[in-house]
């Protein structure tokens, strides 16, 4: 393979794997807050059990989460060289914004949540989980800037520095073969760049997404508790915090979704047909539900729904989403190859699409899986209200448990699929219609070095994956602080609304 794919490869692998942390590190930390605030508000111990333990989960994947993210700001220097000096104002300043108002703040209060239980007063602990999660956001806001300023560039302008001399370049200026490694993306409004067009929509996704992975992560070790009958007010009381905020995040995530892919409508329509496989522009544009995508033939062979491409995408099911024929458009390859007359353009036309099948494949499976993850949550939720979820008694309750328990997987192939249909959909262009991911790469490192690297990062991350998996099952399979019976509630006229409503009357409904 040559060095492009190689390079490629194993940026995707060591983002995929990094990506598994980041997203259970910002749900958790809600969840902290949720706990250990109806812990002030109740003064009930049961909650201070849920967040100590919780934290404790929480120390092993953030310990994991900030060893891997470290080696991908090295391969930017390493295998990116040119793309790291093309994009070095724009990343230099969201990054050093990161490190200043996220990771700081994360750090600055990790060890007071972590070892500050019983050392400082209830109120200085709460304020440190709130500073912990708030700073893990501040993280997540920052990366999904940068990387949505490489979706949809703005405030910025051109930089030529060629024999000593610094010129600025037009406006929509196309870079030349020659220009590579001489041009820089320099900011002109640094709030421009924060607010580019796709990163708010893409933030708000990304951050639901997070939540739907902390609560199922939650609801699934609530589950297995709940199946082998250990812990059981403590279970309970997990499941319904997270199943709340599954709940939410996914009301909040189907909003996000539509103002996401309207988005993707505006800025990259290119992407969106790759998604779906348009080829040809009709009117009533289908949407499939699943299936794959000849690209040989340029056909897609799967179950469509008429019309409903066409009305997510414009709320109207008339007005037709451009196809891959029409895309990019032949002012856009003019200026690229001028001269070529538009029958020589459209044979051009296909270098500037990404891998079709592969983008639809990873679209579809992020669509379908969180459907799925969206049904758990509300028909948990249902059960719940209906006084079902904790009856494990009933063999269909415990089933369900069973489920529940592998759930966790569920958001986190969302996730990854999500992502990786994001970063694929843009391709060829790792600065979208600027700069290509070929000319991005750098000039002095050979395919041997690439893979030789890959095959250690390889060996390096399945060992702290397996000692990831390991320390989880320890401290799951050890439980809370208190192993023994659970303590005894207070009345719910003690603690009033808030108190029923997070425990709930599952007895009391179950009888009625």
């Known amino acids: 393979m040559d060095v492009e794919t190689l390079a490629r490869i194993q940026f995707a692998f060591t983002v995929a794997f990094h990506y598994i942390y980041p997203p259970l590190t910002m749900g958790l930390g809600l969840l902290l807050v949720l706990m250990e605030g109806t812990y002030l508000l109740t003064a009930n111990r049961l909650y201070h059990r849920l967040a100590h333990f919780w934290t404790r989960i929480f120390a092993v994947v953030f310990s994991i989460g900030t060893a891997t993210g470290i080696v991908m700001e090295f391969e930017f220097g390493t295998n990116w ?18 490190g200043i108002f996220a990771f700081m703040l994360e750090a600055g209060f990790l060890s007071l949540l972590l070892f500050g239980w019983e050392r400082v007063g209830k109120k200085i602990h709460f304020f440190a989980t709130c500073m912990v999660s708030l700073g893990s956001h501040f993280s997540a806001i920052w990366i999904v800037v940068a990387n949505s300023w490489m979706q949809t560039p703005a ?17 929509n200026y196309v870079l030349q073969p020659e220009d590579i490694g001489h041009v820089r993306a320099v900011i002109d409004s640094f709030w421009a760049m924060v607010f580019n067009p796709s990163s708010l ?14 609560s199922f992560l939650v609801m699934s070790v609530s589950a297995y508790y709940l199946i082998r009958g250990r812990h059981r007010s403590f279970a309970e009381a997990s499941m319904k915090i997270a199943l709340f905020l599954a709940v939410f995040a996914t009301i909040c995530q189907s909003i996000s979704a539509d103002a996401t892919a309207r988005g993707v409508v505006r800025n990259q329509p290119i992407k969106l047909a790759a998604m779906e496989g348009v080829y040809q522009t009709t009117p009533f544009t289908p949407m499939n539900l699943f299936g794959f995508v000849d690209t040989a033939k340029q056909k897609v062979y799967s179950i469509q729904i008429p019309g409903l491409l066409s009305l997510l995408a414009f709320h109207n099911m008339k007005t037709p989403v451009t196809g891959l024929h029409e895309l990019p458009s032949d002012f856009f390859l003019a200026t690229r190859f001028p001269g070529k007359s538009s029958l020589e353009l459209s044979k051009l036309r296909p270098q500037f699409w990404p891998k079709v099948n592969a983008v639809f494949q990873t679209y579809h499976i992020m669509i379908a899986v969180g459907s799925m993850v969206f049904g758990m949550a509300f028909f948990s939720f249902f059960l719940w209200w209906r006084g079902w979820l904790f009856r494990t008694d009933l063999f269909f309750i415990r089933l369900w448990l069973f489920f529940l328990v592998f759930a966790v997987l569920g958001p986190q192939i969302c996730n ?12 060829p262009w790792i600065v979208y219609n600027i700069l290509k991911t070929s000319e991005a790469l750098s000039k002095r490192v050979s395919a041997d070095q690439v893979l030789g690297s890959l095959f250690l990062f390889f060996a390096i991350y399945a060992l702290l994956f397996f000692a990831f998996l390991y320390l989880m099952n320890r401290k799951i399979q050890h439980g809370p602080d208190d192993p ?28 009625s």
Request: proline share 3%; net charge negative; aromatic share 10%.
């Open 201 to 214: 929509e893409r933030l708000m996704h990304v951050i639901f997404g997070t939540w739907l992975t902390g």
């Open 155 to 171: 405030g910025y302008h051109l930089e030529l520095l060629r024999n000593g001399v610094s010129s600025i370049l037009p406006l």
């Open 484 to 511: 023994q019976e659970d303590p005894q509630e207070p009345s719910d006229q003690k603690h009033g609304f808030l108190h029923q409503l997070v425990l709930g009357t599952d007895s009391s409904r179950a009888s």
């Open 81 to 98: 060289a040119t793309y790291s000096r093309f994009v070095g104002d724009i990343f230099g300043s969201a990054l050093a914004a990161e």
């Open 416 to 427: 990854q699929a999500g992502w990786f249909t994001a970063e694929l959909g843009r391709q």
